[in-house]
């Protein structure tokens, strides 16, 4: 079994679906395919996810001497943080209440298996 270098970023101010849409894009992708997509989405999670990709490339350098160009994406999931609960003011003195949702990232990399 090979290793995997992985990378969590956990409070995060987004949406988990939000950045589900995205994980699902470029989850079983190398690693350069995925920098390049997340460069140019138009989200606003892509920065944070970029940033995690590459915190994970480094923690594979680092820890078991992998090249960034034979890396992949070997997991890639979102779990939902704890919410943010805030109120908005509203007519007649009323008050309702508004959730910000928060997420945890987790990224996995790994080898590519093909012997090249």
Same mark, same amino acid.
């Given at each position: 079994?090979?290793?995997? %270098?992985? =990378? #969590?970023?956990? &409070?995060?101010?987004?949406s988990?679906?939000? !950045?589900?849409?995205?994980?699902?894009?470029?989850? *079983?992708?190398?690693?350069?395919?995925?920098?390049?997509?997340?460069?140019?989405?138009?989200?606003?999670?892509?920065?944070?996810?970029?940033?995690?990709?590459?915190?994970?490339? %480094?923690n =594979? #350098?680092?820890? &078991?001497?992998?090249?960034?160009?034979?890396? !992949?994406?070997?997991?890639?999931f979102?779990?939902? *943080?704890?919410?943010?609960?805030?109120?908005?003011?509203?007519?007649?003195?009323?008050?309702?209440?508004?959730?910000?949702?928060?997420?945890?990232?987790?990224?996995?990399?790994?080898?590519?298996?093909?012997?090249?």
């Amino acid at each position: 079994m090979q290793n995997t %270098a992985s =990378a #969590t970023s956990k &409070y995060l101010r987004l949406s988990p679906n939000k !950045v589900r849409r995205i994980l699902d894009q470029i989850r *079983g992708r190398n690693y350069q395919e995925a920098l390049i997509i997340l460069e140019f989405m138009p989200y606003r999670a892509c920065k944070a996810i970029k940033k995690l990709l590459e915190s994970a490339a %480094a923690n =594979a #350098t680092n820890s &078991y001497g992998y090249t960034k160009n034979k890396l !992949v994406i070997h997991q890639a999931f979102v779990n939902i *943080g704890p919410k943010l609960k805030r109120f908005q003011p509203r007519a007649q003195g009323r008050a309702f209440k508004i959730h910000k949702p928060t997420c945890h990232i987790t990224l996995k990399v790994t080898v590519t298996s093909l012997n090249n």
